[in-house]
C-alpha cells in the first residue's frame, strides 16, 4: 500500500465496499475528492452511512501515511450540506434581527456549526455560540 497514491487507496475502498461504477476526481487546492457512484437503490439507503465509513477509513489512511487530512464528497452530498446549513444560518439570521428573540438550531457536527459561525461573524447586530454536549451541540444565535 506504500506505492499507491491516495487516489488509488480511495478506488480501491470503494471497490471493496461492493461499487463498480463510479468515477474520483479531485480538487488539489480545495484539497477534496468527488466521488460520484451511480447506483440508485444504494443512494436512496444509506449514502449518510457509507459517507461516514469512507471519511473514517481515509482518515485512518492519512495518518498512518501522515499525510494531509482531505475532504470526500459523495454525490455531491458534503456540498449540497454545506449550502443547506449556510442558508439555514442565513435565514435564522434574518428571523433573530426581525424578532429580537434568540433561536436555538437543531443540533449539528462541530463542522457545521462551525460554518454557521463563520457565516454569521460579520453580523455587528447577532453573535452566535454553540450550546450543550456531544451529538446535543447546537448553535444558537442571539440579537446584541
Known amino acids: 500500500m506504500e506505492n499507491l497514491s491516495l487516489p488509488e487507496i480511495i478506488k480501491g475502498l470503494i471497490e ?4 463498480r461504477d463510479y468515477s474520483v476526481s479531485y ?3 480545495a484539497r477534496r475528492f468527488s ?3 451511480e447506483d ?6 444509506s449514502l449518510a452511512n457509507f459517507i461516514a465509513d ?3 477509513l481515509v482518515k485512518l489512511v492519512t495518518k498512518k501515511y501522515d499525510w494531509a487530512p482531505i475532504t470526500i464528497d459523495v454525490n455531491n452530498y458534503r456540498k449540497k450540506r454545506e449550502e ?3 442558508e439555514l444560518a442565513k435565514a435564522a439570521a ?3 434581527a426581525a424578532t429580537q428573540q434568540e433561536i436555538v438550531l437543531p443540533s449539528m457536527n462541530a463542522y457545521e456549526r462551525r460554518l454557521i459561525h463563520a ?6 447586530d447577532l453573535k452566535t455560540e454553540s450550546k450543550g454536549e456531544g451529538k446535543e451541540r447546537a448553535v444558537v444565535i442571539k440579537p446584541l
Open 94 to 96: 434574518r428571523k433573530v
Open 54 to 56: 469512507l471519511n473514517y
Open 84 to 86: 443547506l446549513i449556510v
Open 119 to 124: 457565516e454569521l461573524a460579520e453580523r455587528p
Open 16 to 19: 471493496k465496499m461492493g461499487f
Open 40 to 45: 440508485a437503490q444504494f443512494l436512496e439507503k
Open 35 to 37: 466521488i460520484l457512484i
Open 27 to 29: 480538487d488539489e487546492e
